[in-house]
C-alpha cells in the first residue's frame, strides 16, 4: 500500500530527472533529480533555467554528467532515508568520475546545512531553497576545489522575474508558484524550518507566467503555495496596506486575474488552509468556469484537541462549517485532505473521531500518512512521540481502508455522466488509450480515437476502480 505520497506530485515522478537543450550550451552538463512537494518541482525549473541561462545542457544520464543536483524533501524520515540512500549510489559514480559535482539542494540543505558536507562526504555543494540564484558561482567555487555552502532564508525572494524552464514533457499541466514559505508553525511540521518565512509573489508575473504558458500549449496551471488562501500583495500579515498608491490583491482577486488569462486555460490550486479559507475564494470558484471545482484542505485530525496540539488553528466545528461552505458554494466540488495518523498522545477516541469526520464529508481522495518525528519543530520540543508504531500503523491502515471506500462510492457515484476531460497524456497501461482529468480532479482513462495531448474532449464515464473512471469520447 503505498503511502508516501506528496500532494500533486506523482510517486512515479519522485526522483525524476531533468530534461531540456540550453540555448547556448557551453559543455557542461547536468542531472538534476527532484523529490517531494510540487513546490519542489516548481524550483527545480527555476534551478535548470538559472543554470541553463549559464550555459548548461541537462542530461538524464546521471553518469554523463559534471554536475549532479538532487532537490531534496524534509516532511518525513523515510523521505529523507530514501535520499541518503540515493546518494549512497551516486558516490559510487563519483568515485569513477572524481571530477563530478555533487550538490543538494532544498529542505533536506536548509535542515541539515553543514552537517551534511560532514556527514555525507561526497558531497560538495549544499544550497537552500532562496539561493539558487547563488547556483552558477557556487559550482565554480566547488570547480575550485572547494565545498560551497549557501542556506541563507530570504524575506523576499521569490525567483519572480525567473521564467521557469518547463521540465514536465506532457506540455499540457504546469506548476505557478505564488507564494513561498510559511508562517504557520504546525506543531509537527519542518515546512516553516525548511523554507522560511512567507512571502508573495507579484500578482503581474503570475498571470505574464500563466499567459506565457497558455500561449506555449499549456492549458492547466496549478498555483502554488504551501498556504495559498494567505496570499496577499501589498499588504502586511495584519492587512494593513503598505503603498496607499498601489492596489492590494488578496488570493480570491489573484484567481480571478489568472482566470481571465484565457477561457480555455484551466486553474487548479493548493494547498487551501481551513484556518484562512475564505467564502470569497469559493465564490471565485464558483463564478468561474475555467477554475476547477477541487478544492484540497488538509484536516489532519478530526479532533479538536489533537487539532490544538498540532497548533492547526482551527477546531473541528470551523472545519466542517468550511466543508459545508464548499458544498454550499460550489455543488459538485471535488474535496481531497491529509490525515497524520499516530501523532502525539492520539487515543483511540480521538483516532475515531477522525474516521467519524472522513464519514462526515466523504473525501473523494486523502493523502495519509503516519507521523514521523522532525528535529526541531514544536512536538519534538513539546510532546512525546508516543504512539506505538503497531498502533501507528493499525490506525493509518483503518484510514487508509475507510478512504478506499469513500473513493471508490464517489467514482462509482460518477458512471453514467458526461465530463469535460482534459488530455494530459498517453495512458502508461495502452498506446490506444489516454489519460486525463475531469474538472473535479478525476483521473479518467480512455480510448484515444482522435485525441490528442493538449484537448479538451467530453467523456462519457462507464466504468472506475477506486483510483480512476474509464470512459469513452461522445
Ligand atoms: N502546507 C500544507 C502541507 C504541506 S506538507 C498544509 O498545511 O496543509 C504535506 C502534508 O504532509 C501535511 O498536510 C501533513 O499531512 C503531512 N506531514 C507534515 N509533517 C508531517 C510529519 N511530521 N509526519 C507525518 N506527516 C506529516
Ligand atoms: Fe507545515 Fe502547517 Fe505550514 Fe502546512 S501550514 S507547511 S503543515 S506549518
Ligand atoms: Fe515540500 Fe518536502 Fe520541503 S514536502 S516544502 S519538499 S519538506
Known amino acids: 500500500m503505498s503511502v508516501t505520497l506528496n500532494k500533486d506530485v506523482d510517486e512515479n515522478r519522485q526522483g525524476e530527472a531533468i530534461e531540456m537543450e540550453g540555448k547556448k550550451p557551453t559543455g557542461k552538463k547536468l542531472y538534476l533529480e527532484s523529490y517531494g512537494c510540487a513546490m519542489n518541482f516548481s524550483d527545480s525549473e527555476v534551478v535548470a533555467s538559472i543554470l541553463i541561462d549559464k550555459g548548461f545542457t541537462t542530461t538524464k544520464d546521471q553518469t554523463d554528467a559534471d554536475v549532479v543536483l538532487i532537490n531534496t524533501c524534509s516532511i518525513r524520515e523515510n523521505a529523507e532515508q530514501r535520499i541518503r540512500n540515493r546518494l549512497s549510489q551516486f558516490n559510487k559514480a563519483k568515485k569513477q568520475r572524481p571530477g563530478m559535482v555533487i550538490g543538494i539542494l532544498g529542505c533536506m540543505a536548509e535542515r541539515l546545512k553543514k552537517d551534511l558536507l560532514e556527514e555525507e562526504k561526497l558531497v560538495d555543494l549544499v544550497v537552500g531553497p532562496d539561493a539558487y540564484r547563488d547556483l552558477p558561482g557556487l559550482i565554480e567555487e566547488v570547480d575550485g576545489g572547494q565545498k560551497a555552502v549557501n542556506v541563507l532564508l530570504s524575506r523576499d525572494e521569490t525567483y519572480a522575474d525567473i521564467n521557469p524552464v518547463r521540465l514536465d514533457k506532457n506540455g499540457v499541466t504546469g506548476f505557478v508558484s505564488i507564494t513561498r514559505g510559511c508562517d504557520n508553525m504546525c506543531s509537527f511540521c519542518v515546512v516553516p524550518f525548511t523554507r522560511g518565512r512567507e512571502r508573495s509573489r507579484d500578482p503581474h508575473t503570475i498571470v505574464r507566467e500563466c499567459a506565457d504558458l497558455f500561449e506555449a500549449g499549456y492549458r492547466e496551471v496549478t498555483l502554488l503555495g504551501q498556504n495559498v488562501d494567505s496570499y496577499r500583495w501589498n499588504m502586511t500579515s495584519k492587512g494593513e496596506i503598505k503603498d496607499p498608491e498601489k492596489p492590494t490583491t488578496n488570493f480570491a482577486q489573484l484567481m480571478e486575474m489568472v482566470a481571465e488569462v484565457n477561457p480555455k486555460l484551466r486553474i487548479r490550486f493548493s494547498t487551501s488552509h481551513p484556518k484562512d479559507m475564505t467564502d470569497d475564494v469559493l465564490h471565485a470558484v464558483a463564478k468561474h468556469k475555467n477554475i476547477c471545482n477541487y478544492i484540497h484542505l488538509p484536516v489532519q485530525s478530526g479532533n479538536t484537541d489533537m487539532l490544538k496540539r498540532m497548533n492547526r488553528g482551527y477546531s473541528r466545528e470551523w472545519y466542517m462549517n468550511r466543508i459545508d461552505a464548499i458544498k454550499r458554494i460550489i455543488p459538485e466540488c471535488g474535496i481531497s485532505t491529509d490525515i497524520i495518523s499516530g501523532f502525539c498522545g492520539e487515543t483511540e477516541e480521538e483516532h475515531q473521531d477522525t474516521l467519524s469526520m472522513m464519514?462526515?464529508?466523504?473525501?473523494?481522495?486523502?493523502?495519509?500518512?503516519?507521523?514521523?518525528?522532525?528535529?526541531?519543530?514544536?512536538?519534538?520540543?513539546?510532546?512525546?512521540?508516543?504512539?506505538?508504531?503497531?498502533?501507528?500503523?493499525?490506525?493509518?491502515?483503518?484510514?487508509?481502508?475507510?478512504?478506499?471506500?469513500?473513493?471508490?462510492?464517489?467514482?462509482?457515484?460518477?458512471?453514467?455522466?458526461?465530463?469535460?476531460?482534459?488530455?494530459?497524456?498517453?495512458?502508461?497501461?495502452?498506446?490506444?488509450?489516454?489519460?486525463?482529468?475531469?474538472?473535479?480532479?478525476?483521473?479518467?482513462?480512455?480510448?484515444?480515437?482522435?485525441?490528442?495531448?493538449?484537448?479538451?474532449?467530453?467523456?462519457?464515464?462507464?466504468?472506475?476502480?477506486?483510483?480512476?473512471?474509464?470512459?469513452?469520447?461522445?
Open 359 to 474: 464519514r462526515e464529508v466523504e473525501y473523494d481522495s486523502a493523502y495519509m500518512y503516519k507521523y514521523s518525528e522532525r528535529p526541531k519543530t514544536l512536538a519534538e520540543r513539546k510532546f512525546e512521540d508516543d504512539v506505538p508504531e503497531e498502533i501507528k500503523q493499525k490506525r493509518l491502515e483503518e484510514v487508509i481502508t475507510l478512504q478506499h471506500e469513500h473513493s471508490l462510492k464517489i467514482n462509482k457515484a460518477q458512471i453514467g455522466k458526461v465530463e469535460e476531460v482534459l488530455v494530459e497524456r498517453v495512458s502508461p497501461r495502452s498506446e490506444e488509450q489516454m489519460l486525463g482529468r475531469t474538472d473535479r480532479n478525476h483521473k479518467v482513462i480512455f480510448d484515444r480515437e482522435d485525441s490528442k495531448i493538449g484537448d479538451y474532449v467530453m467523456v462519457e464515464i462507464t466504468d472506475c476502480s477506486k483510483a480512476s473512471l474509464r470512459g469513452v469520447i461522445v
